[in-house]
């Protein structure tokens, strides 16, 4: 296990009808980070997932996109742990998150899932709360009491409007900045770096 390694894992739902969805916010930006560094995602069984990496300094950047659909998210996470004997702290989480204002970021290093069905089978299936995520803020669906839980599926899983895309294009590039001085600076660093955002100001 190399202490050089950084492994980020986006959660979301495989298939062409989700590539838009709120709920998928995981893979979107682990889809802009790639960009960035010219790499393609490749479809790696063993992990269950979509797979890409590349050096940052003396740093390797690991990521994966799990195919396993958001609620099985933790087979995935299992595999990747087993095959790469993880220490934890080198893991992060990425998530979209209805309780947080659309543009805001929360850095966690443990916690419960907070009703994210994604973290909470990852929570499940590697027995422990202590895992880092990152979590990106998409607003909560419009009021309806009488339907809220129907609400909430049909918010996540709709696709971002043109308005908030703009919004979130900016919040991926402040957190892949952020992420990127995983190579030179321990996550202290980052973390008011992340909860103190404000997409106005940016």
């Known amino acids: ?27 979107l930006l682990l889809e802009n980070f790639s960009e960035k560094y010219d790499v393609q995602f490749t479809s790696k069984n063993k992990f269950k997932s979509k797979y890409t990496e590349f050096k940052i300094n003396d740093s390797i950047y690991r990521l994966f996109m799990p195919n396993t659909y958001m609620n099985n998210s933790g087979d995935a996470v299992k595999s990747i742990v087993d095959w790469y004997k993880i220490d934890l702290n080198q893991l992060f989480i990425i998530i979209d998150d209805i309780d947080l204002p659309l543009g805001k970021i929360r850095f966690r290093k443990k916690g419960s899932s907070g009703g994210h069905n994604g973290l909470k089978d990852i929570i499940n299936k590697l027995k422990t709360e202590n895992l880092k995520r990152i979590k990106i803020g998409i607003g909560s669906p419009p009021g309806n ?19 908030e895309s703009l919004i979130l294009d900016k919040v991926y590039r402040h957190v892949i900045e952020s992420l990127e001085k995983l190579a030179s600076n321990n996550e202290d660093f980052i973390i008011t770096e992340l909860n103190s955002f404000h997409k106005e100001k940016n």
Not at 2 to 17: A, T, V
């Open 145 to 163: 009491e009488k339907n809220k839980s129907f609400n909430t599926i049909s918010h996540v899983l709709g696709n971002i409007s043109t308005n």
């Open 1 to 27: 296990m190399n202490n050089n390694e950084i492994f980020i894992i986006g959660l979301g739902n495989p298939g062409k009808e989700h590539n838009n969805n709120r709920h998928n916010i995981g893979f």
